[in-house]
């Protein structure tokens, strides 16, 4: 008879998931469900606890917002106190950074003063080490004609040597009867040529020798000169630095001087009006 009825079959047809909607109300009777059963499973001594408890916390919350407010109020304070700081700490930062960029700007100017007066110093040494380089140079030219000068001479001689020597020796192997007597002469000739081109040996060394010692010197003088041009620069910038701290001094005497000369003048107009009183 159900499955006959047409109001079973629409039921059958319905849809039995719940929406969104139903489901939040059920939850919320089954909440009412659950405190109306605590409200009537509670006894009268409970609810005054509940009552009392919940008054306390009140007050605890009372309490806690009017420290809250005074803590803000004290913060408020703070922070206004903080903000005045701040802003005299900004006003002598401001100060200190214009006094920096004065002392940066005269410093810089000095700076530059420095350097040019070193650059010119330098150029100064330069030329003058140039011209002396120069001369130099040209007396090592002198020395190197002279250097193969002697050993052109040296070659001549040498050559000369060899053609003596085998002259003497056509001359022995014609006339080897004449050997004994000539023998003697001809040996002090080559002796004579030999020393002679030794000397000259002995010339080439010694010339190399000086033209060696002349380029360390020329080294050692170089480098005395850049060690020079160093240290006066560095007591150039220390005269700098002491005429710099000695001109404070002075203006910072200057005004004491001046303090204490409008003290003393203060002093003597009180007096002297203390006199006419």
Same mark, same amino acid.
């Given at each position: 008879f159900v499955q006959k009825s047409p109001t079973a079959s629409r039921l059958q047809t319905l849809h039995t998931r719940r929406s969104p909607a139903i489901t939040q109300a059920i939850n919320f009777l089954e909440r009412l469900r659950g405190y109306t059963q605590k409200r009537l499973t509670t006894t009268v001594e409970e609810d005054a606890s509940n009552r009392e408890y919940y008054d306390e916390v009140r007050t605890r919350e009372e309490k806690a917002v009017a420290e809250a407010q005074a803590l803000e109020q004290k913060l408020k304070l703070q922070r206004v106190e903080l903000a005045r700081q701040a802003h005299a700490i900004q006003s002598v930062e401001d100060k200190s950074r214009a006094e920096l960029y004065q002392v940066q700007t005269s410093t810089a100017a000095q700076q530059a003063n420095i350097t040019g007066e070193a650059r010119l110093t330098r150029q100064t040494d330069i030329d003058s080490h140039q011209g002396e380089l120069e001369n130099l140079a040209k007396e090592l030219d002198t020395a190197k004609e002279?250097?193969?000068?002697?050993?052109?001479?040296?070659?001549?001689? =040498?050559?000369?040597?060899?053609?003596?020597?085998?002259?003497?020796?056509?001359?022995? /192997?014609?006339?080897? #009867?004449?050997?004994?007597?000539?023998?003697? %002469?001809?040996?002090? =000739?080559?002796?004579?040529?030999?020393?002679?081109?030794?000397?000259? *040996?002995? @010339?080439?060394?010694?010339?190399?020798? %000086?033209?060696?010692? &002349? *380029?360390? /010197?020329?080294? !050692?003088? !170089?480098?005395?000169?850049?060690?020079?041009?160093?240290?006066? *620069?560095?007591?150039?910038?220390? @005269?700098?630095? &002491?005429?710099?701290?000695?001109?404070?001094?002075? %203006?910072?005497?200057? #005004?004491?001087?001046?303090?204490?000369?409008? =003290?003393?003048?203060?002093?003597?107009?009180?007096?002297?009006?203390?006199?006419?009183?």
């Open positions: 002279a250097l193969a000068k002697a050993r052109e001479q040296a070659r001549e001689t =040498e050559a000369a040597l060899r053609k003596a020597k085998k002259r003497a020796q056509q001359d022995v /192997e014609a006339v080897i #009867g004449d050997y004994d007597g000539d023998v003697g %002469s001809r040996d002090k =000739e080559y002796q004579a040529a030999l020393k002679e081109y030794n000397l000259i *040996l002995l @010339q080439l060394e010694e010339y190399g020798k %000086s033209h060696a010692e &002349m *380029l360390q /010197e020329r080294l !050692e003088y !170089e480098e005395r000169q850049r060690k020079l041009a160093q240290e006066k *620069l560095q007591t150039a910038l220390r @005269q700098v630095r &002491m005429t710099r701290a000695a001109k404070t001094i002075q %203006s910072f005497w200057k #005004g004491i001087k001046a303090k204490r000369a409008a =003290e003393a003048k203060k002093k003597k107009k009180a007096e002297a009006k203390t006199k006419k009183k």
